[in-house]
């Protein structure tokens, strides 16, 4: 699976990532695909889920859709700014599917087309090669990130071409496609953790997939600074066309 990284906001703790490994959420057992098309020893590994940006107030993606908004590939905006309060995005309706943590190094953005960014699985592999787990910039300064799998519901008044992009329908009639984000540093906490910590409340019973999550954004301003973070609320359970929807995914 494919894997989301966020344009690193310049002189704050808020969300630097670069791209985690490829297809760091694949599922490592193979499957038949025959019956679909695929012939051989294919897996979940092979295949490679689109991402979900947050468009902030610079960069690439600022020059071409609104900012606090969520992009899909990089191309197509899937949700709006909230037109009852400028410094909130519409939420995005989703399911984390499974996410996985990981170390990555606490390289400066500047620094990492000339330095290569490790990445490791464990605390102690990053003790193992000298490294420390600890938010500091720098060699051998490692944080932790977390890589979800979302299954997105499509919002209200998306263009037919995105609309498009959400080809499973569930028996209800809504629309879901599936991508990926990674949350780091700020996001790491105010993201991942509340859905890793879901696992010993409502989520106890059922797993990740029996929850259903508002994915949205919201205004940050620290002295003379502001940007986009991103933000989850708990959205209650997953509906039973929800479940058979999950269940039929491949």
């Known amino acids: 699976m494919a894997t989301i ?52 107030k610079t960069g690439v ?8 908004t969520w992009v899909l590939d990089k ?9 009852s309060d400028k410094k909130k995005g519409v939420s995005l309706r989703v399911i984390a599917l499974q996410m996985m943590k990981q170390y990555q190094e606490n390289i400066p953005y500047d620094d990492r087309e000339n330095t290569q960014v490790r ?25 932790e990130i977390a890589t979800v799998e979302f299954l997105i519901q499509a919002i209200e008044g998306l263009c037919e071409e995105s609309e498009s992009l959400f080809y499973n329908i569930a028996s209800d009639g809504t629309r879901y496609t599936r991508a990926v984000a990674t949350f780091a540093s700020t996001s790491y906490s105010g993201v991942a953790v509340p859905i890793a910590t879901s696992l010993r409340t409502h989520l106890a019973a059922c797993g990740l997939k029996g929850g259903q999550w508002d994915l949205g954004s919201l205004i940050t301003t620290k002295a003379d600074k502001s940007w986009w973070t ?14 058979e929807l999950i269940n039929a995914l491949p």
């Open 230 to 243: 991103p933000t989850i609320r708990s959205a209650g359970l997953v509906t039973e066309a929800q479940k």
């Open 61 to 68: 993606l600022a020059d071409q859709f609104s900012p606090g």
């Open 119 to 143: 990445m490791f699985s464990t605390a102690s592999q990053v003790r193992d090669v000298g490294g420390q787990v600890h938010w500091t910039r720098g060699a051998n300064f490692f944080s």
């Open 5 to 56: 990284s966020f344009d690193e906001i310049e002189n704050t703790k808020q969300l630097v990532t670069t791209q985690p490994e490829a297809n760091a959420l694949a599922n490592i057992s193979t499957n038949d695909y025959s019956d679909k098309g695929l012939i051989g020893d294919w897996s979940a590994s092979d295949t490679k889920l689109p991402r979900i940006n947050l468009v902030n």
């Open 75 to 83: 191309q197509h905006q899937i949700s709006g700014i909230d037109p």
